[in-house]
């Protein structure tokens, strides 16, 4: 018994020992002021669209918030490739935990050349400083002029595909207008359906990494029949395929159910 506390003696003269050392309670270090704050955002003088951040706080993890995302460097590069106000989020942590600094404006009134440059920005609007007109390859008596069909049917991430051809069930015949999409001074893009009786103008954003498309304010050229089941013509159609004549969009119609939507430059169209 006696050993046993010797042997003891020493781990509880450690513990009082580490004990008496420890404070009673943890400081955070002191909270940095929003004047405390220092960011750069300078605007490359060869290509306006390229925005250099940096952040000059001392001892302080900078937060980057823009319209390219996140991020946490130091120093970094952003791409804006159209003209627009945007707004540059600054924040830095601390030992005194996050502060925020005012928002950030900026203006951007060029377009970046060689962002559009791409085969798919080609192929979609001729180029930088171009436009192309498409239609829906269906035309007043029912006939495709490149597909086997304006709809083929498929399901969820392509399980299976059908090219119906043309039915009247399917899609009705008749005229669905144009739509454009063009690089002048900004990425616009207008429709005109008659078979709809709309007509619009807004701007759209090719997403060429995940082969995906958006347009804000118009949408897509399609019909009532199919189309009328979709809930979103907007936001991140799919592009299954894109080439300098033809293109096929894909919708979702139901939880079983897509559909593709072929269409043809209207220059194939006149042509053919």
């Known amino acids: 018994m006696k050993n046993k506390i010797k042997i003891l003696l020493p781990f509880f003269g450690l513990a009082l020992l ?4 420890t404070p009673e309670e943890f400081e955070m270090g002191s909270v940095l002021d929003k004047s405390d704050l220092s960011f750069k955002v300078t605007v490359d003088q060869e290509n306006p ?3 250099f951040l940096e952040s000059l706080t001392p001892n302080a993890t900078p937060f980057w918030e823009t319209p390219s995302g996140y991020s946490t460097n130091l120093k970094d590069t952003i791409i804006i490739p159209f003209p627009s ?3 540059i989020y600054y924040s830095v942590e601390s ?6 600094a005012d928002p950030y404006p900026i203006t951007i009134s060029t377009i970046d050349e060689d962002y559009v440059s791409s085969e798919m920005w080609i192929n979609l609007t001729g180029g930088y400083n171009q436009s192309k007109t498409w239609v ?7 006939v495709s002029k490149y597909f086997g ?3 083929y049917f498929a399901g969820p991430d392509f399980s299976w595909e059908w090219d119906a051809g043309w039915a009247d069930w399917i899609m009705a015949k008749g005229n669905y207008g ?3 999409f063009d690089l002048k001074d900004n990425a616009n893009f207008s429709s005109n359906n008659p078979m709809l009786g709309t007509s619009a103008t807004g701007t759209f954003m090719l997403y060429t990494d995940k082969k995906q498309l958006s347009t804000f304010g118009a949408e897509v050229l399609h019909d009532s029949t199919q189309g009328g089941q979709v809930d979103n013509w907007t936001t991140k159609l799919t592009i299954k395929s894109l080439t300098a004549d033809a293109m096929q969009l894909v919708v979702v119609r139901d939880a079983d159910t897509w559909l593709i939507y072929n269409y043809i430059t209207k220059a194939y169209y006149d042509s053919h």
């Open 18 to 21: 580490l004990f008496a050392c």
């Open 49 to 51: 669209n390229r925005i």
């Open 85 to 87: 106000t945007e707004t």
């Open 95 to 100: 030992a005194g935990g996050i502060v925020k």
């Open 136 to 142: 829906l390859d269906l035309d007043a008596n029912g």
């Open 149 to 151: 069909g304006a709809i």
């Open 178 to 180: 144009t739509m454009t």
